[in-house]
Each structure stands twice: as C-alpha cells, then as structure tokens.
C-alpha cells in the first residue's frame, strides 16, 4: 500500500511537472493578421528610430506583439535611451513600450562591438 502511494505522488509530481514545462514554452496562437499586425509595428518603429538623426539606433532591436513593442540592445547615453523610447511611443500602432536597453556608459570604444 505505500509503495502505490508513492508510486501514485511520484507520477501525480512528473505529471504535474510536466504540465507546467508545457504550458510555458507554449505561446498564444496568433492569426496571420496578428503576425502582420506585429511586423508592420516593429517595421514601423525601426524605420523611426533610424530616420532619427537625433539618435545612434544602430544596436536597437524592436519587437512587436499585440502592440506592445519591446526595445533592446543598448545605446550610449540617456538622452539616446529616452529619445528611443520617444520616438517608439509615437510610431502608428504602438500601444506600449517596453524598455530593455542596456547603456554603455563607456562608448564605443569599451564595447564589445570594438573587440
């Protein structure tokens, strides 16, 4: 009787387990259009950021979903990192943005990039 109870925890924890694994590496289904949606706001925001002549937006990244835009990367100073975040929130489409830059207080020349 205790080794089915164990045998019975030990299967109800992997399955468990196992569910949870599944359930987070799964993403919402999104429509053709969604994915459409989130490119054009992406496209839209880095066509901004580098018509920009205010800002270096070379190491930006942008991604888009559901209209919340994620920028990345890094830039080197903080009129660069807010004017990005600016210029993200005026792009057509955008209902977000999340800041993930990184500053380089060093510059280019202490960046990995000149290495």
Sequence with gaps: ???LTRYGLFTTLAVSALV????CATTPY???EQQLND???AAAVQSAL???KSIYSQHITVQADNGVVHLGGYV???FDMYEAQRIAESAPGVTKVVN???LEREGI???PVSR
């Design 1 to 3: 009787m205790i080794r």
């Design 20 to 23: 949870g694994v599944i359930g």
């Design 30 to 32: 999104k429509t053709s």
């Design 39 to 41: 490119k054009d706001t």
């Design 50 to 52: 580098s018509s920009s």
């Design 76 to 78: 080197w100073s903080d």
């Design 100 to 102: 993930e830059m990184e």
């Design 109 to 111: 020349g202490n960046s």
